[in-house]
């Protein structure tokens, strides 16, 4: 029997983005299917009060430090 549960996409300020519904045949089952929202962000699962867990969504790529922006050189006056 599949449990009822919500996956909640996290925005960075922690305020909830977007809620999706889906059924699970366990938690550790809703926490792999929810793999397929974290593409937007992290996410969170949970089954009505209960918090199952948090899945980490993709984190952007750290810029090389020669790319990294340098404050300019103000010339003397």
Known sequence: ???QY????VGEDGVF????AFEAPSDTSALALAQ???RRGDVEVWQL?????????PRPPE???RLKARP????ET
């Open 63 to 65: 810029a090389p430090e």
């Open 1 to 3: 029997m599949n449990g």
């Open 36 to 38: 397929r929202f974290a």
């Open 72 to 75: 300019e050189a103000r010339p």
């Open 17 to 20: 983005r977007a809620a999706e």
């Open 6 to 9: 919500r996956a909640y996409l």
């Open 49 to 57: 009060g209960r918090k199952i867990g948090l899945v980490k969504g």
